[in-house]
């Protein structure tokens, strides 16, 4: 069984439907922000399931995904004429902040540490959905009006 719980059922079905979207409605930018995201979520379902997460101390392989996705969005941000790429590396941002303060705090109680870093995956999400939304405007309007 590849997952415990229906949050992450939910977590999958939300990834794959924000990314669905960004790919049908999105241009070069969504489309790098999807292999990010999808990269990012599927390797960290690699390696929890590999070694297992107690969110009871740092966890070494997910803090290394999630600074090489930290990497790529501000990579993404800074090449991109787009807005959302911005706010999907300020919330993951967050996300890396979680596990410094666990670095910092190891008493940190495990519910918070794992809900705090994952709970930021949602709202990169919704940039991304939203950022492709934003896009359609953008390539009707280059669209050759003609007649």
């Known amino acids: 069984m590849i997952f415990h719980t229906i949050w992450a059922y939910l977590y999958y079905i939300f990834l794959f439907a924000c990314c ?23 390797s960290t379902l690699v390696v929890a399931r590999s070694f297992g997460t107690s969110w009871a101390r740092l966890e070494v392989g997910i803090f290394a995904i999630d600074i ?5 969005l501000i990579s993404l941000s800074l090449k991109s004429d787009r807005f959302w790429p911005i706010w999907a590396t300020a919330f993951h941002l967050l996300a890396v902040t979680i596990h410094a303060a666990m670095m910092v705090a190891p008493q940190i109680n495990p519910w918070a540490f794992g809900t ?15 950022g492709s939304r934003e896009n359609q405007p ?3 309007e280059r669209k050759i009006k003609s007649g």
């Open 116 to 130: 705090g870093a994952v709970f930021w995956a949602y709202p990169m999400l919704l940039a991304l959905a939203i």
């Open 20 to 42: 669905g979207y960004a790919i049908f409605r999105g241009a070069r930018s969504e489309y790098f922000g999807v292999m990010i995201m999808i990269l990012g979520s599927l």
């Open 138 to 140: 953008l390539l009707t």
């Open 68 to 72: 090489v996705a930290l990497l790529a």
